[in-house]
């Protein structure tokens, strides 16, 4: 499995072990790995963190999913927007300043985090195939303010 995956989430350093190419294609794995159809609302908890929230947006649309994008949002927030839409998931993007590390948590449509218990690793394997062919239609992106 790629060393970008831990137990809980994915996380890298932005531009190093997590490029856009790879962050492209985990928005790509996780779209095709929800099981119902419906968007997927992406927030991140800092500004700094928009280019990663993006590349992660751009695979999932990839796939025919649409994105709800929340902007600059808390975890929980995010969840309760997501249940309130009958999304079919959540990404929260955040920052670990202590070490520098990008850190990406996937949520099922619960607003479960989605762990190696339930699913990230179905998602590792699923990116690394690099079978993920596009959707015939691309997704297409709403606000949360929209």
Known sequence: MNTT???????????????????????????????D???VVIARTSIDDSEIASALTEGVLLQGRDVINAGVDEPQSTINYMNEKHA???????HNDA????????FDMSGNSIT??????DIAQLMESGNLLPAAKKGTVSSKSD
């Open 5 to 35: 995956f831990s137990t809980d989430d994915i996380r890298g350093r932005a531009g190093d072990t997590l490029s856009t190419e790879h962050v492209w294609n985990v928005g790509k794995a996780f779209a095709e790995w929800l099981p």
């Open 88 to 94: 079919a998931g959540a990404v929260v993007v955040s």
């Open 99 to 106: 070490d520098d590390l990008v850190v990406i948590t996937l």
């Open 37 to 39: 159809d419906g968007a």
């Open 116 to 121: 190696d218990k339930n699913g990230l690793n």
